[in-house]
């Protein structure tokens, strides 16, 4: 139905077989029975006679649609049969992704945990050596704070001695003593001169 003929002419010959086969001709056929067999046999002949005309003259029309319409179908089919494949192939692709996927996500996970495990054996080193240096400083602070302290306190030590030995002379010296010593220390120094 491709051609403008064959839409003015299929209505065309719609009309004449309807009007061939329409009930007013057929009343009219039966009030007149004079014919017999004869009538319904010129019917039937009418009949082939109006069919055989249509056919032949729609033929080519008829053609044409059908084969237009048939090969529109198998351009259709063909198409559907293209998208089906592209359809089963993107499945296909997609499937191959999801199942990699999963192993992707396996491997990932896998790496993740080595990371994570290789990082806490690093923190876990850093936090050792961390923790072996503030030792070593406390002990060489403990060391430092415990010589100063010794020498404070032998220094406190040297001057209680002193100040004791000091007081243990002064209660042991007397005035001769006293006077013995500074004579000896002029003599002392009267040699040097």
Do not use: C
Request: zero cysteines.
């Amino acid at each position: 139905m491709n051609t403008p003929r064959a839409r003015t002419l299929i209505p065309l010959l719609l009309l004449i077989a309807g009007k061939a086969l329409s009930p007013d001709i057929a009343f009219a056929a039966e009030e007149s029975n004079k014919w017999g067999i004869w009538l319904d046999i010129g019917k039937f002949a009418n009949l082939i006679l109006v069919i055989a005309v249509l056919v032949w003259v729609a033929r080519k029309p008829l053609l044409n649609f059908f084969s237009s319409r048939t090969q529109e179908i198998h351009e259709q089919l063909a198409e559907a049969q293209r998208a089906r494949k592209e359809a089963e192939a993107k499945l296909a692709e997609m499937e191959s992704r999801m199942s990699r996927l999963d192993d992707e996500i396996r491997e990932i996970k896998i790496a993740a945990d080595k990371e994570a495990k290789e990082e806490y054996q690093r923190l876990l080193t850093i936090a050792e050596q961390d923790a072996e240096k503030i030792i070593e400083r406390s002990k060489q602070e403990i060391e430092g704070i415990t010589r100063a302290a010794q020498q404070g306190l032998k220094l406190h030590v040297a001057e209680l001695s002193v100040k004791l030995a000091e007081e243990k002379i002064r209660g042991e010296i007397t005035e001769a003593d006293h006077e013995r010593i500074f004579s000896r220390f002029i003599t002392k120094l009267e040699g040097k001169e």
